[in-house]
Structures are given as C-alpha cells and as structure tokens.
C-alpha cells in the first residue's frame, strides 16, 4: 500500500528548483515517488508509508525551500 501526500512549497520557479527538491525527498526512506510544480508551489510524494513532516521539513530545507505545510 502507498500513501500519497502534497506539500506546500515556497520558492520554487523553475524546473532546476523542481529537480533539487525532487531530489532531497526522494532520498528519504520509504519514498518512491516525487513530482515537484514550481508553478503551483506543490510537491506530491508517494511513500510506502506515512511520513513525518518534520523529515520532509528537513529535506525541503536542505534543498533550500520552504515547507509550508501539506494541503
């Protein structure tokens, strides 16, 4: 089974920025898809589990975003 969740991200415009948060979460364990939308300021990640949102802070901030929350 896989959880889905979308995240609120701000400071992402192009798809460079896409990438790097792309990356930084799909490092986390468990995760097994990200899809990042500058545009939208939205980023899905599916997961094999439910993920705690202070690790996708932490990736999100790593990559140099802001994590606003999940929508």
Do not use: N, P, W, Y
Not at 1 to 15: D, H, K, L, P
């Amino acid at each position: 089974m896989s959880v889905t969740a979308v995240f609120t991200v701000e400071g992402m415009s192009c798809g460079h920025c896409e990438k790097t948060v792309s990356t930084e979460l799909a490092a986390i364990d468990g995760v097994t898809e990200v899809a990042a939308r500058a545009k939208a300021g939205r980023v899905t990640v599916v997961s094999e589990r439910a993920l705690d949102d202070t690790v996708v802070r932490s990736a999100v901030d790593g990559a140099g975003f802001t994590l606003v929350g999940r929508v």
